[in-house]
């Protein structure tokens, strides 16, 4: 097998592979600063991210504000009981979880994503959710170098995006798409939070690929 003459050494190899398999989502956070020079690397980071057209859809806010914090706390309750109701016989189980940080977080970043509509065609003609796409690549770069840095992160997606624009006063096309708490935690989880609380179990890699086509045996498979 021929080995690429670009790759790292093999320590910087390692840590790479470390940092994503050791990522989590936190929903537990200490009530510490997160140090400026730190916070700027992370988010320098979110802005190397790859972008279709290298349009470059992100936008983030810092939430710096208190009175803001807790109104964003709030906004995020409201759909919490919303969707406990949309779970039906879940519901209760779901009201037990921790599900954000927003008030123990050392910093509170709500991320938007603005539209290009008409403006990016390259990329976005045939897959307009691209502009989605890169986001979450800025918003991946963020939470592995907080993991690297030894803090927590958690995307929160429970929040009314309407609500949370005009909370902000974002422009009509800039939508909000997560409320990411960042900071400093105790421990990191030993798996994914939700496989701890018995909520669902990750599926292996082998039920989610296949070759060339879609197999029969597959979930969705055609009938």
Excluded at 46 to 55: E, R, T
Excluded at 59 to 73: P, Q
Excluded at 74 to 79: A, I, K, N, P
Excluded at 114 to 140: H, K, M, Y
Aim: hydrophobic letters at 40%; aromatic letters at 6%; proline letters at 6%.
């Amino acid at each position: 097998m021929t080995e690429s003459k670009h790759h790292y050494d093999e320590r910087s190899i390692e840590a790479v592979y470390r940092v994503i398999h050791e990522r989590r989502d936190m929903r537990h956070f200490l009530p510490l600063p997160v140090q400026p020079a730190v916070l700027q690397r992370l988010l320098d980071a979110a802005h190397a991210a790859p972008s279709v057209g290298l349009s470059q859809p992100w936008r983030i806010v810092r939430i710096t504000s208190a009175e803001l914090r807790e109104r964003i706390y709030d906004l995020v309750q409201q759909e919490r009981q919303r969707t406990a109701e949309a779970l039906d016989e879940r519901g209760a189980e779901f009201l037990r979880l921790k599900v954000e940080g927003v008030k123990e977080c050392g910093e509170l970043l709500v991320v938007g994503v603005r539209d290009g509509g008409t403006r990016e065609i390259f990329g976005r003609r045939t897959l307009p959710e691209t502009d989605v796409a890169s986001t979450a690549c800025a918003i991946q770069n963020l939470w592995l170098a907080a993991r690297a840095e030894g803090l927590g992160l958690g995307w929160v997606s429970l929040f009314d995006p309407q609500a949370l624009a005009d909370l902000l006063g974002f422009p009509r096309d800039v939508r909000p798409i997560a409320v990411l708490c960042l900071g400093h935690v105790e421990q990191f989880y030993a798996a994914p939070m939700l496989a701890l609380e018995r909520w669902r179990e990750p599926r292996p890699l082998s039920e989610l690929m296949c070759e060339n086509h879609w197999p029969a045996e597959l979930p969705g498979a055609a009938e």
